[in-house]
């Protein structure tokens, strides 16, 4: 959430075998992007493809 009027960059952390998608665009994003004024945003991590095991047996 971005409650000022000016645009603000924010960045997601990173955790290994998972991405970030936005939950209302379709295509692939950067995971640090300028965030307008007065916007929300929301995310979905999900675990990447490809990495099925992410989180097993640790």
Known sequence: VNGDRRQCVFTLPLRDGYEWRSAIETQAIDLARP???R????????RAAGNAHAGKGS
Do not use: A, D, H, S
């Open 39 to 46: 916007t929300v945003n929301f995310m979905i991590e999900r």
């Open 35 to 37: 965030l307008p004024g």
